[in-house]
Structures are given as C-alpha cells and as structure tokens.
C-alpha cells in the first residue's frame, strides 16, 4: 500500500529546541517538497530536493534545514532560529517531470 | 507578493447546485494549473489539473476552466454534494525542468454545501 507517511501527527516543543519532523514515502517518487501551513494562508514551501543527495530552498526556508540521503526519505529540522515555528507542517512527493504532488497527513508542531 | 489567489475565502452553496471557485494568478510563466481538496488537520488531495495549452478539463462533477487572456481559472462542481465541504486550493507551476515541480498556492477557499 503506497503512500506518504509523516510522524508524529502532533508534537510539542519548548522554545529554543529544534525538532526533526519525519517524511517517508514509498511512491518510488524522485522529488520531494515541505510546506507549512498557517491559519487563512495557502500552503508555502520551505524545502524541495528533485533527487537524492541535492535540495533547494523554497520561499520560506530561513529557520529550517533537510537532508536527502535516500529517495524515500526527506526530514525536516526546524531550528531555534525559525521565529515562528508553530504550524502545520506537510510533506509532498511527485514523480520527475510530473507537476502532481501527492501529501502526507502533516504533522502539527507547537512551539510554546 | 501573491501570485496565485483566491479571492473569496468562504462559499456556501445548496446541495445539488453548482459550486464555482475562482483563482486568479499574475506570473505569465505558469504553465500548469492544479485544484487540491483539503480537509481539517488532513493532507489535501490532488482533485483535477490543467495545462496551459487546454482550456478545459473535466473528471466527473468537476471541472477546470482556463482564461489565459485573463489569467483566470475556475472549478465547477456539479451536482454539488454535503462530501464535498472542504477547503479548496489551486496552485500553479512554471516548466518542471526549470522550476522543479514548485507549486504555488493560493489561499484557500472553504466550501460549505449545504442540505
């Protein structure tokens, strides 16, 4: 059963601690994308990697970091240094060359 | 500076009518256009897309519709159902070798359809 797996599906964190959230698919999809989400905004991408190993910054990436060590995994840190870190956090993957993207269920982080 | 829009962040509409969602976009270069259904605290699902090429696609009750002229596209549901109260995205992407797949999305409108 295919699909995208993000965990967990709520986190708590204290300020001043970063906190990896987790992103796994098993599409065989080649590209892989995080959002977040905040109340009446559209969706806003932080990171994106087209292929193992290689990732570029969205429109929102200050704050954050990834890493691409396999296909099927793209985790997502949020650092000490995101000034607004609580939101909804969603991960997507599409296939090289294809514009549909397909999400996770999110993870919702609270930064308190 | 928001490229893609939705202009109306809430519709209600009665069961069995038709539900019209509007999106405009201001960047010329995009040349692939994407509706996404969301639903509270879920993932949005991928509903129907568009290429710039077409001016229309159509999959069951839904339908995109394309204005280049007037970079304007819309999505017609028809017959609106309750099921189908849920927050609606579109989103827009340039060339996939130049751009990497990077949608943008509008704002969102809730749909609320009414029995």
């Known amino acids: 059963d295919g699909g995208i797996t993000q965990s967990p599906k709520y986190l708590f964190r204290k300020e001043g601690q970063n906190v990896t959230l987790s992103c796994e698919q098993n599409l065989n999809h080649d590209a892989m994308y995080w959002y977040r989400q905040d109340p009446g905004q559209g969706l806003r991408l932080i990171y994106y990697?087209?292929?193992?190993?290689?990732?570029q910054k969205g429109d929102i990436a200050e704050g954050y970091s990834v890493s691409r060590e396999k296909k099927e995994s793209f985790p997502l840190t949020v650092t000490s240094a995101q000034k607004n870190p609580t939101a909804f956090y969603l991960c997507?993957?599409?296939?090289?060359?294809?514009?549909?993207?397909?999400f996770g269920p999110g993870t919702r982080l609270t930064v308190t | 500076d928001q490229q893609v829009k939705q202009n109306s962040p809430s519709l209600s509409v009665q069961e069995g009518r038709i539900s019209i969602l509007n999106c405009d976009y201001t960047n010329s270069m995009f040349d692939y256009f994407l509706w996404y259904k969301k639903y509270p605290a879920e993932g949005p699902t991928f509903l129907i897309s568009i290429s710039s090429i077409k001016d229309k696609n159509e999959d069951g009750r839904f339908t995109v519709f394309l204005n280049k002229s007037a970079k304007h596209l819309s999505l017609h549901i028809v017959p609106s159902q309750p099921g189908d109260s849920a927050v609606y995205f579109c989103?827009?992407?340039?060339?996939?070798?130049?751009?990497?797949?990077?949608?943008?999305f509008g704002q969102g409108t809730e749909l609320s359809v009414k029995p």
């Open positions: 989103a827009a992407s340039a060339r996939w070798d130049n751009q990497g797949g990077k949608l943008i």
């Open positions: 990697s087209q292929i193992v190993n290689d990732f």
């Open positions: 997507a993957s599409g296939q090289g060359g294809s514009y549909e993207q397909y």
